[in-house]
């Protein structure tokens, strides 16, 4: 049979196979009035992170790399843990408060003017390098506000 002569479910059914990858990921709520600076900072993100390609989310408030995924999120809210005695972890001239998860590290910027996070499995450490990796895009969409002393 020519393939061109397929019978029509066929076609459709090889035309939309291919779309339901990606990766799905966790969604929380963002905070009001990130939309468009977060919409900027994925745009302008790294096509790799910690040397693994970007893969494509099902969450337009996340971008993700490898597998694991590296899961970078914009707007989150501040976390539970951040103290004004809480450590402050900088990299590239970006603050950030670090907690341990089951899997590796969860990363949230501090002093700037919305909370960014970055989830890093324990399968990419040292760690720092994808925050570093990330740096330039957050310094250019989430201007700090009150850098750690």
């Not at 049979?1 to 799905?24: D, R």
Request: with cysteine; proline share 9%.
């Amino acid at each position: 049979m020519n393939p061109l002569h397929l019978p029509p479910i066929i076609a459709v059914l090889l035309i939309t196979a291919g779309c339901g990858g990606g990766l799905a990921v966790d969604t929380y709520p963002t905070t009001p009035g990130t939309k468009v600076d977060c919409k900027a900072l994925f745009a302008d993100g790294p096509q790799k992170v910690a040397g693994q390609d970007q893969v494509f989310v099902h969450d337009e408030n996340a971008s993700a790399w490898g597998d694991p995924a590296i899961v970078l999120r914009c707007g989150v809210d501040k976390p539970d843990g951040l103290t004004p005695s809480s450590q402050c972890n900088t990299v590239r001239g970006i603050d950030w408060l670090a907690d341990t998860t089951a899997d590796g590290y969860l990363f949230t910027t501090i002093g700037r003017k919305f909370f960014v996070s970055v989830e890093v499995p324990k399968e990419y450490a040292p760690e720092a390098d994808a925050l570093a990796d990330v740096a330039d895009a957050v310094a250019k969409h989430d201007p700090s506000i009150k850098p750690c002393v």
